[in-house]
């Protein structure tokens, strides 16, 4: 009974475990993307002309999320009086180079909540009218979304 109770302890510390590890790719790869997304808009700014210097600060809502492929199995069951039919979804599994994953149908990245982009031309309207364009345009977000201040 005591061995019983003390894999039971091992076990669920390495289900903790596990899971935290679970978290950790999750928030790993939401900070990727929100990241990218900054470098590519702070890129793109730069070049708007009465700019200027410019920090970026992106917010997202969820984490990265990944879609499998996965194949349906039916089976038919007849009795006497009556006939049915079992479903299962199984997700597709490729070998690639010795190591078995799952198949991705798609990727969902978060969703781009709200930009702020502190730039010294912020005290003009023409440059901020710009920059709230070029960041709703390329993110495809409300200019509510957007904030833009003089830095």
Known sequence: ????????????????????????DYYSTSTAYKDKIQSELLSIIKKIDGVGEVDILVTVDGTTEYVYAEELDTQSNESDDSQSEDYTNKVVIIDEDGNQKPLIKKIVEPNVTGVLVVCSGGDRYEIIEKVYRAVSTALNIPTSSVCVVKG
């Open 1 to 24: 009974m005591i061995l019983i109770l003390l894999s039971e302890l091992f076990d669920s510390s390495d289900k903790e475990v596990k899971t935290q590890t679970v978290a950790d």
